[in-house]
């Protein structure tokens, strides 16, 4: 009976938190409703600022023009919301960690939102120039690059998934070192296998061309690096308190 309990009320609080992300989400969606073109016209500007003079992007079906400016204002209402989101889901996971643990839960939403931005603003900034520039001019002659309106958003989402992710790895580790998933040691040997699978992730989220691969894969293998640096300081840090603790300790046990 304890055991059942027990999960209703897990069920209930995950309702709630999934509810509390919902309800931001959606006055986010109201709010930003009247600006969605705008904020398509922001995201398209990589590629219209490719296209040769003259160009354009069209909508090939009839409802494109409207429901496709407002994935985009539902991506960025996924963005705006993001820090609480992810204070929700800690919040949710915190009854379940030691105190040490939970310390860690508002370091880590505010370094998981502003790393995530970072690599949106990484793939927007850097790649997607990169990335339409070289889709244009190797084109075939007398092909006119005219894309649909909703395959550009559908790509440049899920490269702004990939980038986001990708720039969380160095949460990732420390969450792993930090609950004993894994040790550092272990981390770095694992770093050749890293970096192979960086460049296959690369092939994978962005187009066929080495530069674009490349843009991808060394900033997933450098902030591997930086989460094995982060997380080896948090340890030195905790076994020097543990140390200096245990030190004060030795008088009174005499």
């Not at 958003?153 to 894994?182: C, H, K, Q, R, W």
Request: aromatic content about 12%; overall charge negative.
């Amino acid at each position: 009976m304890g055991i059942a309990d027990n999960l209703v009320s897990h069920l209930v609080e995950l309702r709630n938190r999934l509810l509390r992300i919902a309800v931001v989400l959606l006055l986010l969606i109201i709010a930003l409703f009247p600006f969605a073109n705008d904020i398509y016209h922001f995201l398209a500007m990589p590629l219209l600022a490719s296209l040769p003079a003259g160009g354009q992007m069209i909508a090939t079906d009839v409802t494109t023009p409207f429901f496709v400016p407002m994935k985009s204002v539902l991506l960025t209402a996924f963005v705006i919301s993001l820090p609480h989101t992810l204070y929700q889901i800690w919040a949710f996971v915190a009854p379940g960690l030691y105190t040490h643990e939970r310390r860690l839960i508002w370091p880590l939403v505010f370094a998981s939102t502003i790393l995530f931005l970072c690599g949106m603003a990484f793939a927007y900034f850097l790649v997607f120039p990169v990335i339409f520039g070289f889709i244009s001019n190797t084109a075939p002659e007398g092909v006119a690059v005219m894309t649909d309106i909703g395959n550009y958003l559908d790509f440049t989402m899920s490269l702004f998934i990939a980038f986001g992710l990708a720039f969380e790895v160095p949460v990732a580790v420390v969450l792993l070192v930090t609950t004993g998933v894994v040790s550092i040691a272990s981390l770095r040997e694992a770093r050749a296998y890293v970096l192979v699978g960086a460049f296959v992730l690369g092939a994978i989220f962005t187009p066929p061309d080495v530069i674009s691969q490349f843009m991808l894969a060394m900033p997933l293998w450098l902030l591997y690096e930086a989460g094995i640096l982060v997380a080896s300081l948090m340890q030195r840090t905790q076994q020097t308190s543990a140390s200096t603790a245990s030190s004060q300790l030795l008088p009174l046990d005499k």
